[in-house]
Antibody, heavy 118, light 114 residues
Framework: EVQLVESGGGLVQPGGSLRLSCVGSGFTFSRFEMTWVRQAPGKGLECISFISSGGASKYYADSVKGRFTVSRDNAKNSLYLQLNGLRVEDTAIYYC???????????WGQGILVTVSS | DIVMTQSPDSLAVSLGERATINCKSSQSVLYNSNNKNYLAWYQQKPGQPPKLLIYWASTRQSGVPDRFIGSGSGTDFTLTISSLQAEDVALYYC??????????FGQGTKVEIK
């Protein structure tokens, strides 16, 4: 069974940092591209970062470029998102999702809440 | 970036009736080389992550009931729930995943029971 489990969220002050992790199981993690999607409270879905299967290609939405960094460790079946310079508007549930060969995200984690507040 | 616009923002349909959600992209998401539309539909229920329903605009994901029907090509797409069930109450999002462009979602459509 494919599973994705996020961790590392919590409450942080504006300007602070967090590191989110996502551990995959039930599939060959190293073969799949991965995406981070976030959802602000009561709002829609936003793709904020993408990383290729080997980690060489990365993408960031303009809203997080220069502040967030995506990485992965295929030996540990793990995906990471380093969040620096956090802003109140970064408050959201952050999901990691697997990109299927068909290109759309087919499996999602349950999400982890990041709250940025003073 | 490709902008995805859904309509309506919400709709209320009687049980057993048809629900139709539209999604329009600001540019074509049809790849001529393989004749595939890079468009997916997701369902999201409260407190849950999105669930993939449809990919390639019209292919149902494994396990998705056949009352969910995706159609359209190029820039205009539709998700039809042919006979609304109580468990279909949810938010529905379209997503374009065309080439190397940033993936973008529509703003979402809320489906309720009338």
């Amino acid at each position: 069974e494919v599973q994705l489990v996020e961790s590392g969220g919590g409450l942080v002050q504006p300007g602070g940092s967090l590191r989110l992790s996502c551990v995959g199981s039930g599939f060959t993690f190293s073969r799949f591209e991965m995406t981070w999607v976030r959802q602000a409270p009561g709002k829609g879905l936003e793709c904020i970062s993408f990383i290729s299967s080997g980690g060489a290609s990365k993408y960031y939405a303009d809203s997080v470029k220069g502040r967030f960094t995506v990485s992965r460790d295929n030996a540990k079946n793990s995906l990471y998102l380093q969040l620096n310079g956090l802003r109140v508007e970064d408050t959201a549930i952050y999901y990691c999702a697997r990109e299927a060969a068909l290109g759309a995200m087919d499996y999602w984690g349950q999400g982890i809440l990041v709250t940025v507040s003073s | 970036d490709i902008v995805m616009t859904q309509s309506p923002d919400s709709l209320a349909v009687s049980l057993g009736e048809r629900a139709t959600i539209n999604c329009k992209s600001s540019q074509s998401v049809l790849y001529n080389s393989n004749n595939k539309n890079y468009l997916a539909w997701y369902q999201q229920k409260p407190g849950q992550p999105p669930k993939l329903l449809i990919y390639w605009a019209s292919t149902r994901q494994s396990g998705v009931p056949d009352r969910f029907i995706g159609s359209g090509s190029g820039t205009d797409f539709t998700l039809t729930i042919s006979s609304l069930q109580a468990e279909d109450v949810a938010l529905y999002y379209c997503l374009q995943y065309y080439g190397t462009s940033p993936r973008t979602f529509g703003q979402g459509t809320k489906v309720e029971i009338k």
